[in-house]
């Protein structure tokens, strides 16, 4: 098959011309790497993501999995493509190699993960999840329990995955009712049941190790009565070998709207009184540690969306340029025009480039926080380093939130390019639209990510951090202003963010007001605005870099690349950015009418 | 229960309060008609969508229809109903009586479709093409055709198609491949049809397919098309049914929803024996088929609307019950409905907003239809032809893209369940995509509208519109509750007007420019459509709470969702105004090979 869905051209110019991770190769954690090497790895993580995994990517979709007597099986050929994800060492990049990680930069590991999630993520996920239940333990957990499964977690020997949500315990989680009980030998014994667990069961590896929030009997209720516990589906012996099959018990895979490849298990946990698990951390911090596994969950979340919409709009690229139907409209009175690709109709373009400009913008967006962990990770400042952390704080709801909401329509819009043709089982944006809808519901929806951006995040340290964030946006204007080329673009996305610091400071003072639930009703619509925000702060970085390139005469095929890079911020900044400066009269205005509509008003059942 | 929610009192709000759709008995054609029949007609609609329809939208997404040995297979559930639906006199109910119909309303067609649709858009397609063909061969076959097909299609005994797409021609038909070779009074047809709704199936004895193809020798391009008749089976001059025609189904498609509605592929000629009858005149096959298109145009809006409809009330229901979460605000009310967290109830009353503007929005305009249709000549019946016009576009895209919006805004109050199939959300969601995809996609909705309803008569289509809006915000720009919404939705509206006129008037300058605009302009037309009508809803609601004590919360609810929409929706529109017509041109300088 053609090559057409990774836009390596645009991964590359993330990679070293805005971000430079080149440089990172300066410091010792990273020293035995050099630009050199970063490539050779990417190019097979995309060698392998379109030669292997797209080419399974289907049955995934069209078999999907399986459930039988207590087991979930996947297409079979995910089998092969598994087992040589996990042979190629694919599955935990960015990890410590003390442990089986091969230790890269997030930025790096970003690349591979985004060709791999955007060929097949469920078979992504299966091989992957282990590296988040690991990071957990690995900062969490005993001398012990590091030995027994961290290697095997991040080598994907065994399989990862997070147990939270029960069928009355989704969102608020404070009200679950899985229970633990202490036993003698320390142990614990859990009861309870799961639902919505992403590869919860299935036959790909030999262990699953699940960690799982419960409640030790008489704990409080709530939030801070919730403990984590490590329940692996075997239970592993001193010497490593595995043993007994733990008492939980896959009861159900959903059927759903996507990601058919992927298992979404119903587990049952003690039905037969007997599932050990072992405490992670210390009693009553569950939330605490489940939240720091999280942070990365909503963060990859927020990039397996973008992957979707990268995907999805070269797909329907590829179509553009290759579907002839109607002449040009410069034609459109000559009987004897032939009829043109589609790509020369205005309407097609403008889809196209409203699409590149999310697509670049989310990209270079999620790469700028990975370069932030990375920085973060060699910085020995321990204020910079905080500053860097809290950057990646206040960007996560925004890349969860936003990256889900616009990846999605990124994906209905590359449909739209295929008119018809778009809706078929056939055309794989059809399939890609399916997949993505999920990223904005699971790992706290939207709707969530709203709220702890406004509840929690834009208020952080006082408002410091949403200073410094502000200051990082005005640093790339301060540069872009001195550039002739992107001037007046510069100055209108100056105008747009200071609007966005009144409004800010405006919805935060209502907050902490009585309207404190008026505020919360505008928590998405603002959430919104940031990304927005945040996507033109991008695209005027992008602009900046490319500009600064067009200066030293590249090769044409550079030149247009670059010469594109201003258009897209320009159209961003001049057609989107004018629409957000309306968005945030609106949130100026703080109307009550959603909070006041009596509950009767909407109608009754 | 079934899946299928909709609350009546919304409808007839819309009808009775707002548009006194009582009036429509004064015109000539129904005058035999009152208000009580109207209303009747109505509710035994929502009888037969609860009872007869519902339980079809998940029986057909399980058992999608199956081709085997070139024909496909449908479950006799649907069978049953087809039949019955016609029998009952819902497919031809607006219909003349002279071949079965019962004389309603064209609107009555809408009202009942917006109920039927909601219920299992799937299974609505096929009556409503049977219905859509039929009136094709009323209007211009000849005496014959109408006896032979029109009676039978009417009463569900048979069923019609329309075949349009092939491969090489979906958004441009102009270059339909598809021969007719005169023989006798008869034509041989040969060509190759996909995309076609309902294109084969096993509900009836007989398909009526009506396609359009080029006569031999005729000119090239749209204005060499005609219209003929195909029927499936040969049918003898008793009206029995003869040899198959050679009209063959090779195959079905996979699509994403609308699995009960097979979408086929047909060859036909494979044999050079396939006959098909000339409907209507030579060469005109485009413009006869408009008359079917623009009311397809318009089905579409109402299926959008439709299943946003039961969207949004699935939803509610949802967030009535669903217990998650504390209260956020400073009383702590300990764990709640869901429907009391702020995010929650912004989503649902935009949804309700939503569903109520654009159902209000079309059935204005299929009122506004019937005073075209209806009226005798004269300024105020052109008045509504124009507008009507104009309104047909918007109606399309505008419904089929935020139907879509409303289902997916469903999906996000229930949360993971959303996703999952034991809600019919996402398959409501699957379901409504094909909208803005097909009848022509929404960027030539777009199209024509900005260019070409922009333009004819001078405009007149664009003034009519403009006439109908400006009179509205005249005569209520004083009102003291909601005259300041109004007041600036004329100024907006003012705006967007000469913004319009501005971008028309680059089509013939510079044609690519002005096309690269033309659908945000589309959705500016259609949000200060929506604001107008939800405006003018609140106008009636807030009369209704003066005069009455009876459903407060009910009228209370028209003022809020129009205010709210209003406030959120007016300053976006006037921002976006300046961006269609500024002079940056990187959507057509930008080089192909920088995407």
């Not at chain 1, 990859?300 to 179509?319: V, W």
């Not at chain 2, 090779?250 to 006959?275: Q, V, W, Y």
């Amino acid at each position: 098959m053609v090559q057409i869905i990774a836009d390596r051209r645009d991964v590359d110019f993330n990679l070293y011309e805005i971000f430079n991770a080149q440089e990172l190769c300066d410091h010792k954690k990273f020293k035995e790497f050099n630009q050199k090497t970063f490539n050779m790895i990417v190019k097979e993580a995309r060698n392998f993501a379109i030669k292997e995994m797209l080419a399974v990517y289907k049955d995934g979709d069209e078999i999907g999995v399986n459930f039988e007597d207590g087991t979930v099986k996947v297409p079979d050929s995910f089998h092969r493509v598994h087992k040589l994800f996990c042979e190629n060492e694919w599955t935990a990049p960015a990890s410590n190699p003390e442990f089986g990680g091969q230790g890269l930069p997030y930025m790096v590991a970003g690349a591979i993960k985004e060709y791999m999630m955007g060929a097949n993520w469920p078979l992504y996920a299966y091989a992957s999840m282990g590296v988040g239940t690991g990071r957990m333990i690995e900062t969490f957990g005993t001398k012990g329990q590091i030995e027994t499964y961290l290697n095997k977690l991040y080598t994907g020997k065994w399989g990862g995955t997070m147990l939270l949500t029960e069928s009355d315990a989704g969102t608020d989680l404070g009200a679950l009712t899985t229970t633990a009980v202490k036993n003698f030998d320390g142990t614990y014994s859990l009861t309870g049941n799961k639902i919505f667990i992403t590869n919860g069961e299935h036959d790909l590896c030999e262990n699953i190790i699940h960690p799982v929030l419960a409640r030790i009997k008489g704990d409080p209720e709530g939030t801070k009565g919730i403990s984590i516990f490590i329940v692996p589906k075997f239970l592993v012996n001193p010497d490593l070998s595995l043993g007994e099959r733990n008492d939980i018990l896959c009861t159900g895979a959903e059927e759903k709207h996507g990601i058919h490849g992927s298992a979404t298990c119903s587990l049952a946990l003690g039905s037969k009184g007997n599932c050990v698990g072992y405490l992670l951390g210390e009693e009553r911090k569950g939330m605490n540690i489940m939240f720091n596994m999280m942070n990365g969950a909503r963060l990859s979340t927020g990039a397996q969306a973008m992957a979707y919409a990268s995907t999805a709009y070269l797909y329907a690229l590829d179509y553009a340029r290759n579907r002839i139907q109607g002449k040009d409209l410069k034609d459109i009175l000559n009987p004897k025009a032939p009829s043109v690709p589609i790509i020369h109709h205005p309407d097609v373009r403008r889809n196209l480039l409203w699409m590149k400009s999310y697509v670049e913008g989310l990209r270079s967006l999620i790469y700028y926080t990975l370069n932030c962990m990375d920085r973060s990770g060699c910085e020995i400042d321990k204020k910079r380093q905080e500053k860097l952390d809290n950057l990646i704080e206040i960007l996560t709801p925004i890349i969860k939130g936003y990256s889900s909401e616009r990846g999605y329509e990124v994906c209905i819009q590359a449909m739209q390019v295929f008119g018809g043709a778009g809706y078929i089982r056939d055309c794989p944006v059809e399939a890609l639209a399916r997949d993505c809808k999920i990223t904005s519901i699971y790992e706290g929806c939207t709707g969530v990510q709203a709220m702890d951006l406004l509840g929690r995040k834009a208020g952080m340290n006082k408002g410091a951090v949403f200073m410094d964030f502000i200051g990082e946006i005005k640093s790339v204007i301060e540069k872009a202003k001195q550039d002739e080329n992107i001037k007046d673009t510069a100055q209108r996305v100056e105008t747009a963010v200071n609007r966005f610091h009144e409004i800010a400071s405006h919805l935060g003072r209502k907050t902490k007001s009585l309207e404190i639930d008026v505020a919360f009703a505008h928590a998405t619509p603002f959430m919104e605005i940031m990304g927005d925000i945040c996507m033109a702060w991008m695209h005027l970085l992008r602009a900046n870099t490319a500009s600064y390139k067009i200066a030293a005469k590249p090769k044409k095929r550079d030149r247009d690349f670059y010469t594109g890079q201003l258009k897209t911020a320009e159209f961003f900044i001049h057609t989107i950015l004018p629409v957000t400066m309306g968005k945030m009269d609106v949130v100026a205005d703080t109307v009550s009418t959603a909070i006041d509509i009596p509950e009767s008003s909407f109608g009754g059942l | 229960m079934g899946h299928f929610k909709i609350n009546i009192k919304d409808i007839f709000f819309i009808l009775k309060e707002q548009l006194s759709y009582g009036n429509l008995c004064s015109l000539d054609r129904y005058k035999g008609f009152n208000e009580k029949a109207f209303d009747l007609l109505v509710n035994e609609a929502m009888k037969f969508a609860k009872g007869i329809i519902d339980p079809l939208n998940m029986i057909g997404e399980t058992n999608a229809p199956k081709l085997a040995e070139g024909q496909v297979k449908c479950t006799p559930e649907f069978k049953k109903a087809f039949r019955q639906y016609g029998e009952d006199g819902w497919t031809a109910l607006s219909r003349d009586t002279d071949y079965g119909g019962q004389g309603f309303p064209n609107m009555m067609r809408i009202i009942i479709n917006d109920i039927m649709y909601g219920a299992c858009q799937a299974f609505n397609i096929a009556p409503n093409l049977t219905h859509g063909a039929a009136h094709l061969i009323e209007t211009f076959g000849t005496k014959e055709q109408k006896s032979t097909y029109v009676p039978k299609m009417f009463d569900g005994k048979w069923a019609g198609t329309m075949c349009l797409t092939e491969s090489d021609a979906g958004s441009n038909l102009s270059g339909i491949q598809t021969t007719a070779c005169p023989d006798g009074e008869q034509y041989k047809i040969k060509g190759f049809k996909i995309f076609i709704s309902w294109g084969d199936h096993d509900l009836t004895d007989n398909i009526i397919h009506l396609v359009l193809a080029r006569i031999e020798g005729a000119p090239k391009g749209s204005h060499g098309i005609s219209l003929f008749i195909v029927p499936k089976m040969c049918v003898n001059p008793d009206g029995t049914l003869g040899e198959p025609n050679d009209v063959i189904c090779t195959g079905i498609e996979e699509k994403m929803g609308l699995h009960a509605s097979p979408t086929a592929s047909l060859s036909f000629g494979a044999r050079d024996n396939c006959i098909g009858y000339l409907c209507g005149r030579k060469n005109k096959g485009l413009s006869h088929m408009f008359q079917m298109m623009n009311a397809a145009r318009i089905n579409t809006g109402v299926s959008g609307l439709a299943i946003a409809s039961t969207a949004y009330r699935n939803a509610l229901v949802y967030a009535k019950t669903r217990i998650q979460g504390n209260d956020i605000g400073p009383q702590k009310k300990g764990r709640v409905t869901i429907i009391k967290h702020p995010d929650v109830r912004r989503m649902l009353l935009w949804m309700k907003a939503m569903v109520d503007g654009m159902r209000s929005m079309i059935y204005s305009g299929a009122y506004w239809a019937e005073m075209a249709e209806e009226l005798p000549q004269s300024n105020e019946k052109n008045h509504y032809i124009n507008l009507i016009e104009f309104m047909t576009p918007i109606i399309k895209a505008y419904c089929s893209d935020m139907g879509f919006k409303v289902c997916e805004t469903a999906i996000q109050c229930l949360g993971g369940y959303g996703y999952c199939k034991d809600f019919p959300l996402e398959q409501y969601l699957r379901d409504v995509k094909i909208m803005s995809l097909y009848e022509g996609t929404n960027g030539i909705q777009a199209a024509d509208l900005m260019g070409r309803k922009m333009t004819i008569n001078n405009g007149a289509c664009f003034l009519a519109f403009k006439k109908e809006l400006t009179l509205f915000c005249e005569k209520n720009r004083t009102d003291e509750i909601l005259g300041s919404r109004i007041r600036a939705l004329k100024g907006v509206a003012n705006n967007l007007f000469e913004t319009a006129l501005t971008l028309n008037a680059l089509q013939k300058k510079d044609p690519l420019q002005f096309a690269s605009y033309t659908y945000p302009a589309l959705i500016s037309f259609s949000e200060v459509t929506m604001v107008w009508r939800l405006l003018d809803m609140a106008l009636v609601a807030q009369a209704s709470l003066e005069n009455t004590k009876k459903s407060q919360s009910f009228y209370k609810a028209k003022l809020l969702q129009a205010s709210y929409f209003a406030d959120m929706t007016l300053p976006l529109i006037q921002a976006g105004l300046e961006t269609f017509v500024r002079p940056g041109r990187e959507i057509l300088d930008i080089a192909d090979n920088a995407f």
